[in-house]
Each structure stands twice: as structure tokens, then as C-alpha cells.
């Protein structure tokens, strides 16, 4: 069983800044990737962010120079640090890993329940 534990959500003004915590942890032989996803009222969940294990990362282009990914592969753990916050950030921001539980088993997604982010003065 794998569980990801997402923190560091809350309100924030417009402007600021917040930096969310993912952390994996269960039965976890290697994680790939790490990502971050969000999902608004009414809206689709869309990706934010991805860090590959070697560290190279990649960000939804609307947000390029405002988040940034980062993450410890010794503590199975990702963070999403946002800064410049805007109103239409609010959302639920979700953790997403790609993994496997033993050397042969086949990659898999896994997904924390999420935590809301709200920008509002």
C-alpha cells in the first residue's frame, strides 16, 4: 500500500506565497516522477509541475516563473513552492507519484486527497 500525504495548503492574499508538501510513503520500491496536479471549481484537474528522479523538471507554461518543484528522494517527498499567488490559483492542489512496490512490478499512479489552496484578499 502506498499513501502520499499532501500539507502546507491554506488562504493566502494575492501576491503571496505558499509552498505545499507531498509525502510518500508504504511499501515504495523506486518513484519516477512526482507531479503535481490542480483542480478548480467547476473545472478539469489539469497538471501544474513534474520532477523526473534525476531532478529535471518541467511546469504547465501558464506557470513557468511562479512554482517551482522540488523534491528529497530520501524522504519520498516533493514540494510545490508557489509564489505570486493569484486569485485564480485557488484550487485543490493534488500530489501524484508514478511507482512501483517490488523490482518487477510495473509502474503505477498514486494520488493524495488533495489540498486546498485559496487566494483571496
Known amino acids: 500500500q502506498v499513501q502520499l500525504v499532501e500539507s502546507g495548503g491554506g488562504l493566502v492574499q494575492p501576491g503571496g506565497s505558499l509552498r505545499l508538501s507531498c509525502v510518500a510513503s508504504g511499501s515504495i520500491f523506486s518513484i519516477n516522477s512526482m507531479n503535481w496536479y490542480r483542480q478548480a471549481p467547476g473545472k478539469e484537474r489539469e497538471w501544474v509541475a513534474t520532477?523526473?528522479?534525476?531532478?529535471?523538471?518541467n511546469y504547465a507554461d501558464s506557470l513557468k516563473g511562479r512554482f517551482r518543484i522540488s523534491r528529497e528522494n530520501a524522504k519520498n517527498t516533493t514540494y510545490l513552492q508557489m509564489d505570486n499567488l493569484k486569485p485564480e490559483d485557488t484550487a485543490v492542489y493534488y500530489c501524484?507519484?508514478?511507482?512501483?512496490?517490488?523490482?518487477?512490478?510495473?509502474?503505477?499512479?498514486?494520488w493524495g486527497q488533495g489540498t486546498q489552496v485559496t487566494v483571496s484578499s
Open positions: 520532477i523526473t528522479k534525476g531532478g529535471s523538471t
Open positions: 501524484n507519484i508514478v511507482a512501483r512496490q517490488r523490482v518487477a512490478d510495473p509502474l503505477y499512479d498514486y
